[in-house]
């Protein structure tokens, strides 16, 4: 369903909150995947607060939609989405990163809360995602399963043996999104592994392919709207997106793949943040 | 401060750098020297340091972006045809993702391909499971050919990677993640591949451990000594194959207590290794295998790990003050009940 202009303001509204938290978890933790994990917030907001089917104080409910996070690096990304989705307390991520605390850098669906699939290891999560689809045909369930990837990922192989095997089994409940940052850690895509032309990639392996604006979430809710209708196999939506979107000194720059913040720069990212979102409070 | 096998590289430097960079810098060294090197590595050269030597000679580096499987077979290819390939990643993805390349591609055809792998046991500790790599020893271990070796600080990582030149074929090394405290003074200490260096003399007990714990076992055996005037003897296993069955065999008769520590497994790794050599020498002793009993490890940051794990100072001396209360049965004291 098209985005409705409150609907927007709201979005972005959590988007911006977002945002910050995520350069405050960095600053406590010691250091996170902080690049990537801001690169991929709009479009993961679009999907947590407007199209999943899920339950947050029912995270093992059936009928739930799934998502899966193949680029599991995003760890510290998804965890501040989740607790803002109410999954679980904020607070518990103050300790992020610590021996005990149920969330570090990768997340562990035996532990962290709404977690589908413990991923980290590039390339693992597109395939379990396409086990969930072929899953629900099975159990004849109507989940949507959502799969994340990152653009470097698209390296490994494996990627593209679950992408052989999903256009194969015409899996349409399965829809992945790129997050087309451009980057990987040691620099540029094109100039570590060229992907281009990933489109017609992923065209060519069978998938409903569509590229957009991935921090537009106009464009992101037609992305979605068009995938959910299509129904002749699975679908890619390539989201063009900046790495470190949001923080000035990081957007673009390969050196924020990972990496700490202390006080002070905690506090010169979040208002970058601000200077991002004029018309948000 | 000496210079190593005409390499600038000096004992003074590896002071103030982690393994991987010590390696970054020796490898850049060797590759002046031998123009047969190439490096390749998987979107991870400026983390495993590789990235220094392609810095250097970038037409002889190859970075094969997130595709270790490739990579592998990559470098198969390149020591088919004479050139002299290492090859670097984290020791998670080394050892697992893409092993079979390595076991079938590298090993099988018994070819020059030295992998430095970094990161290794839980030293990429808040990276958790994913990123760990407590499995990595008994993996390599298990595949004919390949030479498996942990260094315990950066002077030791410099030594191991210039004798691996000198070896022909396969060879592992696994160093750590972040700052391994320093354990040798000098590189004169006779490093050789399969050789282990005794660190410490003593005649109660021998504590056998490798990469990073080697320095909380010297430190260890100093507090048992001074506290509890047990005389511990500390042996680096540098080289876990092919182990050094000799060392074994001698603290064995001499101590007749032996403790192993390892950031791995518990199973196929380090203590592994020993205890096969114990138990086909028909001789009785009194031993202990610690490490990591068999879990999958949390995150957290390396030194919680180390210390929760039992690895570090602290659970060193208390494990071998455990083992010490423990004596190898005589024939006579053996009850026939299982
Ligand atoms: C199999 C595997 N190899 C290497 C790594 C180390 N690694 C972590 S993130 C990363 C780069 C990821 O790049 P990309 O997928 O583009 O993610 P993003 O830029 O969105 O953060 C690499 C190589 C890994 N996690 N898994």
Same mark, same amino acid.
């Given at each position: 369903?098209?985005?409705?202009?409150?609907?927007?303001?709201?979005?972005?509204?959590i988007?911006?909150?977002?945002?910050?938290? $995520?350069?405050?978890?960095?600053?406590?933790?010691g250091g996170s995947h902080i690049?990537?994990?801001l690169?991929?917030?709009?479009? +993961?907001?679009?999907?947590?607060?407007?199209?999943?089917?899920i339950?947050?104080?029912?995270?093992?409910?059936e009928?739930?939609?799934r998502l899966v996070?193949?680029?599991?690096?995003g =760890?510290?990304g998804?965890?501040?989405?989740l607790?803002?989705?109410?999954y679980?307390?904020?607070e518990?991520?103050?300790e992020?990163n610590?021996?005990?605390s149920?969330?570090? +850098?990768?997340?562990?669906?035996?532990?962290?809360?709404?977690?589908?699939?413990?991923?980290?290891?590039?390339g693992? =999560?597109?395939?379990?995602?396409?086990? #969930?689809?072929? =899953?629900?045909?099975?159990?004849?369930?109507?989940?949507?399963?959502?799969?994340?990837?990152?653009?470097g990922?698209?390296?490994?192989?494996?990627?593209w043996e679950?992408?052989?095997a &999903?256009?194969?089994?015409?899996?349409?409940?399965? $829809?992945g999104f790129?997050?087309?940052n451009? #980057?990987?850690?040691?620099?540029?895509t094109?100039s *570590?592994?060229?992907?281009e032309?990933?489109?017609?990639k992923?065209?060519?392996?069978g998938?409903?392919?569509?590229?957009?604006n991935g921090?537009? #979430?106009?464009q992101?809710?037609d992305?979605i709207?068009?995938?959910?209708?299509?129904?002749?196999?699975?679908?890619m939506? $390539?989201?063009?997106t900046?790495?470190?979107k949001?923080?000035?000194?990081?957007?673009?720059?390969p050196?924020?793949?990972y990496g700490g913040?202390?006080?002070?720069q &905690?506090?010169k &990212?979040?208002?970058?943040i601000?200077k991002m979102?004029?018309? *948000?409070? | 401060?000496?210079?190593v096998?005409?390499?600038t590289?000096?004992?003074?430097?590896a @002071?103030?750098m %982690?393994?991987?960079? /010590?390696?970054?810098l020796?490898?850049?060294?060797?590759?002046?020297m031998?123009?047969?090197?190439?490096g390749?590595?998987?979107d991870?050269?400026?983390?495993?340091?590789?990235?220094?030597?392609?810095?250097?000679?970038?037409?002889?580096?190859?970075?094969l972006?997130i595709?270790?499987?490739?990579?592998?077979?990559?470098?198969?290819?390149?020591?088919?045809?004479?050139?002299?390939?290492?090859?670097s %990643?984290?020791?998670?993805?080394?050892?697992?993702?893409?092993?079979?390349?390595?076991? %079938?591609?590298?090993?099988?055809q018994n070819?020059?391909?030295?992998?430095?792998?970094?990161?290794?046991?839980?030293?990429?500790?808040s990276?958790?499971? %994913?990123?760990?790599?407590i499995?990595?020893?008994?993996?390599i271990r298990a595949?004919?050919?390949?030479?498996?070796?942990?260094p315990?600080?950066?002077?030791?990582?410099?030594?191991?990677?210039?004798?691996?030149?000198?070896?022909?074929?396969?060879?592992?090394?696994?160093?750590?993640?972040?700052?391994e405290?320093r354990v040798?003074?000098t @590189?004169?200490y006779?490093?050789?591949i399969g050789?282990?260096?005794?660190?410490k003399?003593g005649?109660?007990? /021998?504590?056998?451990?490798?990469g990073?714990?080697?320095?909380?076992?010297?430190?260890?055996?100093?507090?048992?000594?001074?506290? @509890?005037g047990?005389?511990?003897?500390?042996?680096?296993?540098?080289?876990?194959?092919? !182990?050094?069955?000799?060392a074994?065999?001698?603290a064995?008769?001499?101590?007749r207590?032996?403790?192993?520590?390892?950031d791995?497994?518990? !199973?196929g790794?380090?203590g592994?290794?020993?205890?096969e050599?114990i138990?086909e020498?028909g001789?009785a002793?009194?031993?202990?295998?610690?490490?990591?009993?068999?879990?999958? /490890?949390?995150h957290?940051?390396p030194?919680?790990?180390m210390?929760?794990?039992k690895?570090?100072t @602290?659970?060193?001396?208390e494990k071998?003050r455990?083992?010490?209360?423990?004596?190898?049965?005589?024939e006579?004291?053996w009850?026939?009940?299982?």
């Amino acid at each position: 369903m098209p985005l409705t202009e409150q609907e927007h303001k709201e979005l972005k509204t959590i988007a911006k909150k977002i945002r910050k938290d $995520i350069v405050d978890v960095t600053h406590w933790s010691g250091g996170s995947h902080i690049g990537g994990s801001l690169s991929m917030v709009d479009f +993961m907001v679009v999907l947590y607060w407007k199209y999943m089917r899920i339950d947050p104080k029912n995270p093992s409910w059936e009928d739930r939609d799934r998502l899966v996070l193949s680029k599991g690096h995003g =760890g510290v990304g998804h965890a501040v989405i989740l607790a803002n989705r109410g999954y679980f307390d904020f607070e518990l991520l103050k300790e992020f990163n610590q021996f005990g605390s149920a969330f570090g +850098m990768h997340l562990d669906s035996k532990k962290a809360t709404g977690v589908e699939a413990s991923t980290g290891s590039m390339g693992h =999560g597109l395939s379990q995602a396409l086990g #969930m689809a072929l =899953g629900a045909r099975v159990l004849k369930k109507d989940w949507k399963i959502y799969a994340v990837l990152g653009d470097g990922e698209c390296n490994e192989g494996s990627i593209w043996e679950s992408a052989m095997a &999903a256009n194969h089994y015409k899996t349409s409940n399965l $829809i992945g999104f790129l997050d087309r940052n451009h #980057m990987m850690i040691d620099g540029p895509t094109e100039s *570590v592994m060229s992907l281009e032309p990933i489109d017609k990639k992923w065209e060519a392996f069978g998938w409903y392919t569509q590229v957009i604006n991935g921090h537009d #979430m106009v464009q992101i809710c037609d992305a979605i709207d068009k995938a959910l209708t299509h129904n002749g196999g699975p679908s890619m939506i $390539i989201c063009d997106t900046i790495k470190g979107k949001g923080v000035d000194f990081m957007e673009n720059n390969p050196a924020w793949h990972y990496g700490g913040l202390n006080a002070e720069q &905690a506090e010169k &990212a979040k208002l970058s943040i601000d200077k991002m979102y004029p018309d *948000v409070p | 401060m000496s210079p190593v096998g005409g390499l600038t590289w000096t004992v003074y430097d590896a @002071d103030k750098m %982690t393994q991987a960079e /010590t390696y970054g810098l020796v490898l850049s060294e060797l590759g002046k020297m031998n123009p047969k090197i190439v490096g390749l590595s998987a979107d991870l050269a400026k983390s495993t340091k590789i990235g220094k030597f392609g810095e250097k000679f970038p037409e002889r580096f190859f970075n094969l972006g997130i595709a270790e499987q490739n990579m592998f077979g990559v470098a198969a290819g390149l020591a088919k045809v004479g050139l002299l390939p290492f090859v670097s %990643t984290f020791s998670v993805f080394a050892s697992m993702r893409a092993v079979e390349f390595l076991r %079938t591609d590298v090993c099988y055809q018994n070819l020059n391909v030295k992998i430095i792998a970094t990161h290794g046991g839980t030293s990429f500790g808040s990276a958790g499971t %994913t990123h760990h790599s407590i499995e990595d020893l008994s993996i390599i271990r298990a595949i004919p050919n390949i030479q498996l070796i942990v260094p315990a600080d950066a002077v030791e990582t410099a030594l191991a990677v210039q004798a691996c030149v000198e070896v022909e074929g396969p060879v592992y090394i696994r160093i750590g993640r972040s700052f391994e405290p320093r354990v040798y003074q000098t @590189d004169q200490y006779g490093f050789q591949i399969g050789k282990a260096v005794e660190m410490k003399s003593g005649t109660d007990v /021998t504590v056998i451990a490798c990469g990073a714990v080697v320095y909380h076992a010297v430190e260890a055996a100093n507090i048992l000594e001074r506290e @509890d005037g047990i005389s511990v003897r500390v042996i680096n296993m540098h080289t876990i194959k092919p !182990i050094d069955r000799e060392a074994i065999l001698k603290a064995l008769m001499e101590t007749r207590r032996i403790v192993t520590f390892e950031d791995h497994n518990v !199973i196929g790794g380090l203590g592994s290794a020993v205890s096969e050599v114990i138990a086909e020498s028909g001789k009785a002793c009194a031993f202990t295998k610690v490490g990591i009993p068999d879990q999958f /490890t949390p995150h957290g940051y390396p030194e919680d790990l180390m210390h929760y794990y039992k690895i570090d100072t @602290d659970g060193i001396v208390e494990k071998v003050r455990e083992l010490l209360g423990k004596e190898f049965e005589k024939e006579e004291d053996w009850e026939d009940e299982y």
